[in-house]
């Protein structure tokens, strides 16, 4: 075909031209486990999603915003769900779920941000780093990868966590729309220009980004073509991306890392509606996704790992709402649970930091465990030394 | 010699609007170079305004409010950093200012004095702007300073001032952030947006920090940090990061240093001698910087003369491009270069030009936006915004087109696209006057060479 053409011809994606690079590439070695991470963004209040039922100090701090004794879902003597998390009592039952308690870290930050950004990176709260776990997962494990979508972000572009020295996970909002995108004609030609150029290494870097970007959209796109799982996810943009996970675990892609997020929860006011809508909407989600995963004996190869950037005040502030907080709980799902139920016991509201819980078990204890029992990493190189496993997992 | 002109203007400013491109190309470096300096001497201070006084109690409303008058000024901000009617030259640097004493300011009218800080000192005496940031109001809350008191001392702002504003690691001890600690205790800062120093709560006691042993105050500590060269050092590479980024050349590095030093830290003066200097512009040194968010929208909206019918659409493009103003992901600032791309904002960055030019609406769907109420409105989804060609007309002649692309490269691009436009001509070819004019500005801002500078 001359070039000259191009733009005229409508058989642009000829399968010549566009050989996927994707054909023969060294892939990401997990021994085939999944990790789906979902952050719960703006700081969910940890001691509403899960109710220490039992304790008359909780009720005290929270006149107006406690979760009325019998409105709990009872999971042990002391501790329960808020009843927007009905959809995860199955989960629970069958020994699918690990709740982990009073997560946290040394000298907590409570703004989003920064707090935010102390969980990507698994940096110390005085520590700032410009690579995250899990990229630097992605710069030790998947060194001869030389397509980003092994790691998958739903949301509008990657966060800190996926980003790593060399390696880089991949971004998207939705796949059919990305794949809109890619067909551009004009940037399509653009990615076939020959820029190995040494003199400028940044025109040969951005040359490169583009067409592993159109790479990996090709490859995604005829992974989920066609396809569509059955369970019922919400309708609503979390579900669309739990959805867009679960076609792509079906379909076998190389996909090993999804990252998906889920906002709205900072509830200074009048908490208890939004709160209670947004837990349903996630418990919903991981209700379909399990099934959907459990009917494809997929299941016991997933682990789900949710986490928010902090909890809230124990105590309610003035306007039915709570203020940033400290620790909080911290939710393992999948088919194959070293300790299902309650990793440790309930938050100590008689002990405080400033009026928030204090932290019992690092976060990065957690990611240290992934890391090493899940995805056959070496946790020291990612995450430094001095985080002991949880033995959860 | 428009090379060089298109270089300079890349880097010290927001490059150029074609009608400055048409009048400056020809000038010579040292004139250019007292332009850029003659229009920051020119130009308007900031207008600070007073809070009323938030009392004790910070409501969320206020903070609404708050955040509101930031988003403001940060539009505000890049209206100059658009407009060839002001200080090129003085926004730029602003804004490395901005990066460098990284601070997340939710309350406009502490955003706002701040950036006039940084404005009324960004040329002048960096002595100067770092004891008038350590005065700062926004800066005294952001790295709680405002917690720093005689008997429980909060090592924050210490730490970061010597980490992350001055010297660098390597070149201060534990004990030394904890001297320091002392010396600004009770430098505090009042809602209205006012320094206050708390006599009460300051520690008046001996302490010894950098070897040197005396009752020192927060002004002291600064001006031992400043008489260590290693200081000048760590700054000189921030500039040359931010305005040369290539590899560090460390002979220039070493001197410039000392000229920084010998000068007293003279800002203004190190930046013109290394913009009239000829290795400023040496050809590796070209088309190696990765246009920051800021810069790449200031860049276009200049050549494209465009102008937004919800220009707070603006602020969720830069959110989805990596850069807020007034927001930086942490202290550190933003950490630029490669780092601005991933596959998403590649994507966007490459389709950003076609948006503008055909108004077609641009898929920002952001999953989480806690306190950015404003991005919330589906409005900002869209940018809609016109774009007048006229003034890039008279750059082409409108007969060849291999001349005319290559007129408009010249003008668009620090180093030629890889592109045969003779390919694209099927594209371009049945079209006239404005119309084929977009269709050219269409391929060279998708390239991915418009994207560096």
Same mark, same amino acid.
């Given at each position: 075909?001359?070039?000259?053409?191009?733009?005229?011809?409508?058989?642009?994606?000829?399968?010549?031209?566009?050989?996927?690079?994707?054909?023969?590439?060294?892939?990401?070695?997990?021994?085939?486990?999944?990790?789906?991470?979902?952050?719960?963004?703006?700081?969910?209040?940890?001691?509403?999603?899960?109710?220490?039922?039992?304790?008359?100090?909780?009720?005290?701090?929270?006149?107006?915003?406690?979760?009325?004794?019998?409105?709990?879902?009872?999971?042990?003597?002391?501790?329960?769900?808020?009843?927007?998390?009905?959809?995860?009592?199955?989960?629970?039952?069958?020994?699918?779920?690990?709740?982990?308690?009073?997560?946290?870290?040394?000298?907590?930050?409570?703004?989003?941000?920064?707090?935010?950004?102390?969980?990507?990176?698994?940096?110390?709260?005085?520590?700032?780093?410009?690579?995250?776990?899990?990229?630097?997962?992605?710069?030790?494990?998947?060194?001869?990868?030389?397509?980003?979508?092994?790691?998958?972000?739903?949301?509008?572009?990657?966060?800190?966590?996926?980003?790593?020295?060399?390696?880089?996970?991949?971004?998207?909002?939705?796949?059919?729309?990305?794949?809109?995108?890619?067909?551009?004609?004009?940037?399509?030609?653009?990615?076939?220009?020959?820029?190995?150029?040494?003199?400028?290494?940044?025109?040969?870097?951005?040359?490169?980004?583009?067409?592993?970007?159109?790479?990996?959209?090709?490859?995604?796109?005829?992974?989920?073509?066609?396809?569509?799982?059955?369970?019922?996810?919400?309708?609503?943009?979390?579900?669309?991306?739990?959805?867009?996970?679960?076609?792509?675990?079906?379909?076998?892609?190389?996909?090993?890392?999804?990252?998906?997020?889920?906002?709205?929860?900072?509830?200074?006011?009048?908490?208890?509606?939004?709160?209670?809508?947004?837990?349903?909407?996630?418990?919903?989600?991981?209700?379909?996704?399990?099934?959907?995963?459990?009917?494809?004996?997929?299941?016991?190869?997933?682990?789900?790992?949710?986490?928010?950037?902090?909890?809230?005040?124990?105590?309610?502030?003035?306007?039915?709402?709570?203020?940033?907080?400290?620790?909080?709980?911290?939710?393992?799902?999948?088919?194959?649970?070293?300790?299902?139920?309650?990793?440790?016991?309930?938050?100590?509201?008689?002990?405080?930091?400033?009026?928030?819980?204090?932290?019992?078990?690092?976060?990065?204890?957690?990611?240290?465990?992934?890391?090493?029992?899940?995805?056959?990493?070496?946790?020291?190189?990612?995450?430094?030394?001095?985080?002991?496993?949880?033995?959860?997992? | 010699?428009?090379?060089? =002109?298109?270089? /300079?203007?890349?880097?010290?400013?927001?490059?150029? #609007? @074609?009608? $400055?491109?048409?009048?400056?190309?020809? &000038?010579?470096?040292?004139?250019?170079?007292?332009?850029?300096?003659?229009?920051?001497?020119?130009?308007?201070?900031?207008?600070?305004?007073?809070?009323?006084?938030?009392?004790?109690?910070?409501?969320?409303?206020?903070?609404?409010?708050?955040?509101?008058?930031?988003?403001?000024?940060?539009?505000?901000?890049?209206?100059?950093?658009?407009?060839?009617?002001?200080?090129?030259?003085?926004?730029?640097?602003?804004?490395?200012?901005?990066?460098?004493?990284?601070?997340?300011?939710?309350?406009?009218?502490?955003?706002?004095?701040?950036?006039?800080?940084?404005?009324?000192?960004?040329?002048?005496?960096?002595?100067?702007?770092?004891?008038?940031?350590?005065?700062?109001?926004?800066? =005294?809350?952001? /790295?709680?300073?405002?917690?720093?008191?005689?008997? #429980? @001392?909060? $090592?924050?702002?210490?730490?970061?001032? &010597?980490?992350?504003?001055?010297?660098?690691?390597?070149?201060?001890?534990?004990?030394?952030?904890?001297?320091?600690?002392?010396?600004?205790?009770?430098?505090?800062?009042?809602?209205?947006?006012?320094?206050?120093?708390?006599?009460?709560?300051?520690?008046?006691?001996?302490?010894?920090?950098?070897?040197?042993?005396?009752?020192?105050?927060?002004?002291?500590?600064?001006?031992?940090?400043?008489?260590?060269?290693?200081?000048?050092?760590?700054?000189?590479?921030?500039?040359?990061?931010?305005?040369?980024?290539?590899?560090?050349?460390?002979?220039?590095?070493?001197?410039?240093?000392?000229?920084?030093?010998?000068?007293?830290?003279?800002?203004?003066?190190?930046?013109?001698?290394?913009?009239?200097?000829?290795?400023?512009?040496?050809?590796?040194?070209? #088309?190696?910087?990765?246009?920051?968010?800021?810069?790449?929208?200031?860049?276009?909206?200049?050549?494209?003369?465009?102008?937004?019918?919800?220009?707070?659409?603006?602020?969720?493009?830069?959110?989805?491009?990596?850069?807020?103003?007034?927001?930086?992901?942490?202290?550190?600032?933003?950490?630029?270069?490669?780092?601005?791309?991933?596959?998403?904002?590649?994507?966007?960055?490459?389709?950003?030009?076609?948006?503008?030019?055909?108004?077609?609406?641009?898929?920002?769907?952001?999953?989480?936006?806690?306190?950015?109420?404003?991005?919330?409105?589906?409005?900002?989804?869209?940018?809609?915004?016109?774009?007048?060609?006229?003034?890039?007309?008279?750059?082409?002649?409108?007969?060849?087109?291999?001349?005319?692309?290559?007129?408009?490269?010249?003008?668009?691009?620090?180093?030629?696209?890889?592109?045969?436009?003779?390919?694209?001509?099927?594209?371009?070819?049945?079209?006239?006057?404005?119309?084929?004019?977009?269709?050219?500005?269409?391929?060279?801002?998708?390239?991915?060479?418009?994207?560096?500078?």
């Amino acid at each position: 075909m001359k070039r000259r053409t191009f733009l005229k011809n409508t058989g642009l994606a000829s399968a010549a031209l566009f050989a996927p690079a994707f054909l023969q590439r060294p892939s990401l070695v997990t021994n085939g486990k999944i990790l789906i991470v979902v952050q719960l963004s703006g700081g969910n209040d940890g001691l509403n999603t899960v109710i220490p039922y039992r304790n008359d100090k909780y009720y005290e701090l929270r006149p107006d915003l406690a979760i009325a004794r019998q409105d709990v879902l009872n999971l042990t003597d002391e501790l329960g769900f808020n009843p927007s998390l009905e959809d995860l009592r199955p989960l629970y039952d069958q020994g699918h779920l690990s709740i982990i308690n009073n997560v946290g870290y040394p000298n907590p930050d409570r703004s989003h941000f920064r707090s935010m950004d102390i969980w990507q990176t698994a940096a110390n709260s005085n520590e700032y780093l410009t690579t995250g776990w899990l990229g630097r997962y992605l710069d030790s494990r998947c060194t001869g990868c030389d397509v980003p979508h092994h790691a998958l972000e739903f949301g509008q572009g990657l966060s800190l966590a996926l980003k790593g020295v060399d390696k880089r996970g991949f971004a998207l909002n939705d796949i059919q729309q990305m794949a809109r995108t890619n067909r551009n004609p004009l940037l399509r030609y653009l990615a076939q220009q020959d820029a190995h150029d040494h003199e400028h290494e940044q025109v040969a870097y951005l040359y490169k980004t583009l067409l592993e970007t159109q790479s990996s959209t090709a490859y995604l796109l005829e992974k989920t073509e066609g396809k569509r799982t059955r369970a019922n996810f919400p309708a609503t943009p979390f579900g669309r991306d739990l959805r867009q996970v679960a076609d792509l675990i079906l379909a076998g892609s190389d996909t090993k890392i999804y990252y998906v997020s889920l906002g709205g929860f900072d509830t200074h006011a009048n908490q208890a509606g939004p709160q209670g809508r947004l837990l349903s909407v996630y418990a919903e989600g991981m209700k379909a996704l399990a099934e959907e995963l459990q009917q494809h004996n997929l299941w016991q190869d997933t682990l789900v790992m949710t986490f928010s950037e902090f909890g809230r005040r124990v105590a309610q502030n003035g306007s039915r709402g709570t203020d940033h907080g400290a620790a909080s709980n911290l939710f393992l799902m999948g088919g194959n649970l070293r300790q299902p139920g309650f990793y440790n016991e309930g938050p100590n509201l008689e002990d405080l930091l400033e009026g928030d819980l204090k932290y019992k078990v690092d976060f990065r204890q957690v990611y240290a465990t992934v890391l090493d029992k899940w995805l056959a990493a070496d946790a020291k190189s990612v995450i430094g030394k001095g985080f002991d496993g949880l033995g959860v997992l | 010699m428009s090379l060089r =002109i298109k270089h /300079l203007y890349q880097r010290a400013g927001f490059g150029l #609007s @074609p009608l $400055e491109w048409q009048t400056k190309k020809s &000038l010579s470096i040292p004139q250019a170079v007292d332009h850029l300096f003659q229009e920051a001497d020119a130009a308007t201070p900031l207008t600070v305004i007073d809070f009323e006084d938030l009392a004790e109690t910070v409501t969320e409303d206020r903070r609404k409010a708050g955040r509101l008058l930031t988003q403001q000024y940060t539009l505000e901000w890049l209206d100059r950093m658009a407009t060839p009617d002001e200080s090129a030259l003085l926004e730029r640097l602003t804004l490395f200012w901005h990066d460098h004493f990284a601070c997340r300011s939710v309350f406009g009218h502490l955003a706002i004095r701040q950036l006039h800080t940084l404005r009324e000192h960004a040329l002048g005496s960096f002595r100067d702007l770092c004891l008038a940031i350590a005065r700062d109001p926004a800066m =005294i809350r952001y /790295l709680n300073n405002q917690q720093n008191k005689k008997n #429980s @001392p909060n $090592e924050n702002f210490a730490r970061e001032l &010597l980490e992350l504003f001055t010297i660098g690691p390597g070149n201060y001890t534990e004990q030394d952030i904890k001297e320091a600690a002392r010396a600004f205790t009770g430098w505090g800062s009042t809602y209205k947006g006012e320094f206050r120093f708390r006599s009460g709560q300051h520690d008046y006691g001996t302490k010894t920090f950098m070897g040197q042993t005396g009752r020192f105050d927060g002004a002291d500590i600064i001006d031992i940090i400043l008489e260590q060269p290693a200081t000048a050092t760590f700054l000189v590479r921030k500039f040359w990061a931010y305005y040369v980024s290539a590899p560090a050349d460390e002979d220039l590095i070493q001197s410039l240093s000392e000229q920084y030093l010998a000068s007293d830290y003279n800002t203004g003066a190190l930046l013109r001698s290394m913009f009239t200097a000829d290795w400023f512009y040496a050809k590796e040194y070209q #088309s190696q910087q990765i246009k920051s968010p800021v810069v790449l929208v200031s860049v276009l909206r200049r050549s494209l003369d465009i102008s937004f019918n919800n220009p707070e659409a603006q602020l969720r493009l830069l959110r989805a491009l990596g850069q807020s103003l007034f927001d930086p992901p942490n202290v550190a600032g933003w950490p630029g270069g490669r780092s601005w791309i991933d596959n998403a904002t590649l994507m966007l960055r490459l389709n950003l030009g076609a948006g503008l030019l055909t108004k077609r609406e641009l898929d920002l769907q952001f999953r989480d936006l806690p306190e950015l109420e404003i991005l919330s409105d589906p409005q900002t989804r869209k940018l809609d915004a016109e774009v007048n060609l006229q003034p890039l007309l008279a750059l082409i002649d409108g007969n060849d087109l291999a001349n005319d692309f290559q007129c408009l490269s010249d003008y668009l691009l620090a180093t030629p696209a890889r592109i045969n436009i003779k390919d694209l001509a099927g594209l371009i070819d049945d079209t006239s006057g404005e119309e084929r004019l977009r269709r050219m500005l269409l391929v060279i801002l998708s390239s991915p060479e418009f994207q560096l500078s």
